[in-house]
């Protein structure tokens, strides 16, 4: 469960990224964190990660109190939270397979245990057979989804994935996102930050958007659908697009062992 | 965490990281064992020049004579009194026949002048004292003079004092040259391990941000530093033996005068020396190198 709770936050630079934010994401929710550049998502997800304090306010997450807590007990509350990134940041030097164990090294998991389980989650995200592989050898969306696959290894309860599609077509897009909302399936609470409106519209999963630090929308399906955020954020010359019809559901990847994810 | 899962992998990162950063590893053991070596041969050539100075120290060891009140017997009987004498290294006695065969000696031809003086020998019974340390020169020769029974000393205490002074600016010189290697080599060190962790930035953030524990992040760094520290110790080691056996004494034995300090008989000290001081020049750089990019 993630609380933020009238979350300021200001750089030193005097940048005012987030003006009284105030955010609950319950376990098990699948949420879209959507805003352009600059509107304040990424000081969000630092937040969450103890990656930054807040100047004022209180962030909550898996009932850890990033305020209040020692920096000791900050790798403990990372290793409930599963982190995809838009760049992935997977180590080029390890296979794909050393990059999913080594998550699990960190937290003093068994050799076996190891085994069993990263054999597992590349199963998962259909990469077992490209384990052996080098990061460099795979394309794009296949790092991305090993960078997924690390993220779960350890079984969190939260899985933050920032801009996970910001380099990926369209095609790898939709894949990325489908299997993310396969894990949210499972029981994970899956927060993803993007400023994709086509892709976000093809879910209907709650959305939130934040502009200027501050959150203008909040609501389930669809990205611009809020009137009176279309109205103040619209861009000078742009017309207030039609309302965005429901999407249908994606079609679900193939589902197989679902009790352990 | 379980740590006998993780020391395997640690070790293994280890190994594996030296492989991987090998120009730096390479560069990081080269300045290791340079500067273990110049600062090697700086304290052997030290060791030389302190003991040529105290051996040139002995030169002007003490005499004293014996009080001619004495029967021969109390004043051979003084030897034991001499020797419980801090800092007395050895002591000589001299009796008047030996005195004045030894004159005879130094007189050489003209040691027919002491012809006749076997049955009324003039001089006093002698005691030869040698001290161990110069620096307590002075003192040791009080303590000889204020000795019952003995009537004069003779001691080259100003020349003694030269050499002493002499000595104490060669430490002070050695010291301050060893420091400066010293700040040297970590400094070089510190760059060099510097440089190798900002090549892993981009993976330590990574571990930091899945929930790595900076005690995590560090062990393999930790176990990398360990091992070239101990190689660079090894290889300086095996240098000095060679230096100081092929350079110091063959070029310094034609110098007869001066008592050379050989390599092989501070084998040890230098070994534990070498291997502590790269322990700690490694892995204190190593550990202290690491630590900005574990703010994450």
Known sequence: MIHLSDVYQSYATGTRALQGINLR??????????????????????????????????????????????????????????????????????????????????VGASPQEIRNRVAYVLDLVGLAHKARRKPTELSGGEQQRVSIARALVNNPSLIIADE?????????????????????????????????????????????????????????????????????????????????????????????????? | MNNRHNFAYFFREGVQGIFTHGFMSFASVSVITTCLVLTGTVVLLMLTL?????????????????DETLSDENAAALETTLRAIDNVSGVDFIDRARGLNELKEQLGENSTLLDGLENDNPLRNCYRVWVTDIGDYQDTVLAVENTRGIAQVYASVDAVSELQRLRNILG?????????????????????????????????????????????????????????SVTAAVIAFVLQWIIGDAIVESALSSLTFMKVASFRDFLLPYLGAFVGTALIIGVLGSLLSIRKFLRV
């Not at chain 1, 962030?59 to 409930?80: C, D, F, I, Q």
């Not at chain 1, 669809?222 to 009137?227: I, S």
């Not at chain 2, 302190?50 to 014996?66: K, M, N, P, Q, W």
Request: hydrophobic fraction near 40%; proline fraction near 5%; charge should be negative.
């Open chain 1, 25 to 106: 994401i319950e376990d098990g929710e699948f949420v879209f964190l959507v805003g352009p550049s600059g509107s304040g998502k990424s000081t969000i997800i630092k937040l969450i990660i103890a990656e930054l304090l807040p100047t004022a306010g209180r962030v909550t997450v898996n009932g850890y109190n990033t305020t209040k807590m020692r920096a000791s007990e900050v790798p403990y509350l990372r290793r409930t939270i599963g982190v995809v990134f838009q760049d992935f940041r997977l180590i080029e030097k390890k296979t794909v397979y050393e990059n999913v164990a080594f998550a699990m090294r960190i």
């Open chain 1, 164 to 261: 996970p599609t910001g380099n990926l077509d369209p095609d790898r897009s939709l894949e990325i996102m489908m299997l993310l909302e396969h894990i949210n399936s499972l029981g994970t609470t899956v927060l993803v930050v993007t400023h994709e409106k086509e892709l976000v519209n093809q879910f209907n999963q709650r959305v939130v958007a934040i502009d200027g630090g501050l959150i203008v929308s909040d609501r389930t399906g669809g990205y611009y659908q809020y009137e009176q955020y279309e109205n103040r954020y619209k861009h000078p010359g742009e017309s207030t697009p039609e309302p965005t019809e429901q999407p249908e559901q994606p079609e679900q990847p193939e589902q197989s062992d679902e009790q352990q994810a």
């Open chain 2, 50 to 66: 302190t003991g040529t100075i105290d051996e040139l120290g002995s030169v002007g060891d003490i005499r004293a004579y014996v």
């Open chain 2, 172 to 228: 002070v010189a050695s010291l301050t040259f060893v420091i400066m290697l010293g700040m040297v080599s970590i400094f070089l060190i510190s760059n060099t391990i510097k440089l190798a962790t900002f090549d892993r930035r981009e993976e330590i953030g990574i571990m930091k941000i899945i929930g790595a524990t900076d005690g995590f992040v560090r062990a393999p760094f930790f176990i990398e530093s360990l091992i070239l």
